[in-house]
């Protein structure tokens, strides 16, 4: 049974940083592409971020593009979001989700707040 | 980026009816692969999304046949026949043809 576990969120400070991990499990972790995706309260879906199988190629929007980093351990099978410089607009239920989208985690929840 | 537009934003059903939810898309959705990479999804109350079809007309693994999805380029409808209870939630169309990937702002279905 393929399953996605999220961890690492709460509440943070503007300008502060937080990492949120993903445990994957029930699938060849190394063969998909894997991302993120943030919902924030009472609203739709935002993609965050996309990671290659290697991890050599990630692909993020602008909102945040040089404030997010994507990666991945395949020995692992875990993937990683660090966010920095975060934004109260960043306040959000973050997703990992296999690339295809068809397999989700029950999601983490960000708060950025003073 | 591609905006995604899904019509109506809700709507309100009875048991047993069918019903049909429009996604278009500001630019093609046809990938150099030929391909077209046009999702829909489903977020019932309180849960993570759940993916429906993907490639515009290819059901999920464990999805209901009553779902189905049509269209072509821009223009693209998921059609439910014979909504059930559990169908209810928020429906979004997605595509991973273009970055940054994008979303429609979700169709709400109700029961009437």
């Known amino acids: 049974e393929v399953q996605l576990v999220e961890s690492g969120g709460g509440l943070v400070q503007p300008g502060r940083s937080l990492k949120l991990s993903c445990a994957a499990s029930?699938?060849?972790?190394?063969?998909?592409?894997m991302a993120w995706v943030r919902q924030a309260p009472k609203k739709g879906l935002e993609w965050v971020a996309t990671?290659?199988?290697?991890?050599?190629?990630?692909y993020y929007p602008d909102s945040v593009k040089g404030r997010f980093t994507i990666s991945r351990d395949n020995a692992k099978s875990s993937l990683y979001l660090q966010m920095n410089s975060l934004k109260s607009e960043d306040t959000a239920t973050y997703y990992c989700?296999?690339?295809?989208?068809?397999?989700w985690g029950q999601g983490v929840m960000v708060t950025v707040s003073s | 980026d591609v905006v995604m537009t899904q019509t109506p934003p809700s709507l309100s059903v009875a048991i047993g009816q069918s019903v049909s939810i429009s996604c278009k898309s500001s630019?093609?959705?046809?990938?150099?692969?030929?391909?077209?990479?046009l999702h829909w999804l489903l977020q019932s109350p309180g849960r993570s999304p759940k993916r429906l079809i993907y490639?515009?007309?290819n059901l999920g693994s464990g999805v209901p046949d009553r779902f189905s999805g049509t269209g072509s380029q821009k223009d693209f409808t998921l059609k439910i026949s014979r909504v059930e209870a559990e169908d209810l939630g928020v429906y979004y169309c997605?595509?991973?043809?273009?970055?940054?990937?994008?979303f429609g702002a979700g169709t709400k279905l109700e029961l009437k």
């Open positions: 989700a296999r690339q295809v989208f068809d397999y």
């Open positions: 029930g699938f060849t972790f190394s063969n998909y592409y």
């Open positions: 990671i290659s199988t290697s991890g050599s190629r990630t």
């Open positions: 630019q093609s959705l046809v990938y150099s692969d030929g391909k077209t990479y």
């Open positions: 490639q515009v007309s």
């Open positions: 997605a595509q991973t043809t273009h970055f940054p990937y994008t």
